[in-house]
């Protein structure tokens, strides 16, 4: 049975569904459009109470959690090594993926929708403010992660793009949308475009409709 992906444009779907298209899987990308509501919908919600996106349906089976689904990916396409098979390399790329997705992410997640966490309208511009900030702090730690890529060693998430690669795509391009030029973090955006035009990548950006940069002076 063909798996489903749901996914949102831009959102942080973007890494499993890069993956998926990487592996060659057979897979439906299910568009859920959550500027309209819908992962708050009766039905999204019976797939994922959590509300979120990413969800990966295959078979009977429903998995969230970026971290989950890509390590199911790996596992499922062992072959393209999203993840290194080599102990050290793999911890240290877990490592990397999980402060992404439990550091980086939901400091955004404050900029973006800062009404999840404050009813008060005061608050939720100074946490805004506060996060937007503090942001740039960690895609300068996430540039300098690039700069340290080992020489010979092409991608983020060791011998072969993974899913280092496209959140830091993703996370990049949301540092735009909190007011970071993406061009001023060089080693970061000079790899972001790389990852950009890495064929499986190009074709879900267009998938997604993306635009690379989308910082407004
Ligand atoms: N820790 C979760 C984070 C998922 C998440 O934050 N998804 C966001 C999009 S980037 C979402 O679906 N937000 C919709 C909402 O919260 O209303 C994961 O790894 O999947």
New binding site residues.
């Given amino acids: 049975m063909t798996m489903k992906l749901y996914f ?1 444009p831009g ?3 973007f890494v499993p569904h890069c993956l998926l298209e990487a592996a060659g899987a057979e897979f439906e990308p299910v568009m859920v459009k ?1 500027h309209k509501g819908e ?2 919908g009766a039905e999204y919600l019976a797939l994922n109470p959590r ?4 969800v990966l349906v295959d078979g009977d089976a429903v998995i ?4 989950a ?1 890509c390590t199911y990916i790996n596992d499922l396409f062992p072959g393209q090594q999203f993840f290194s098979t080599t102990p050290l390399v793999k911890a240290k790329a877990l490592e990397t993926l999980s402060w992404m ?2 550091t980086v ?1 939901p400091t955004f ?1 404050h900029v973006f ?1 800062p009404r ?1 966490f404050s009813d008060e309208e005061v608050i939720q511009a100074g946490m805004k403010t506060f996060n937007a900030k503090k942001y740039g702090g960690l895609l300068k730690e996430l540039n300098a992660l690039v700069e340290a890529i080992p020489t010979g060693r092409e991608w983020l998430s060791g011998t072969h793009f993974g899913p280092l690669d496209a959140y830091a795509l993703t996370l990049c391009r949301w540092g735009a949308m909190a007011g970071h030029d993406p061009v001023s973090f060089k080693a970061l955006w000079q790899h972001v475009q790389k990852v950009a035009q890495h064929p499986p990548v190009a074709r879900v950006i267009e998938r997604e409709r993306l635009v690379l940069n989308v910082y407004k002076p």
């Avoid at 509300?51 to 990413?54: E, F, L, R, T, Y």
């Fill in positions: 949102s959102a942080c779907s959550l992962q708050s509300g979120q996106v990413p969230t959690q970026i971290v689904i997705n439990n992410h997640t929708m999840y």
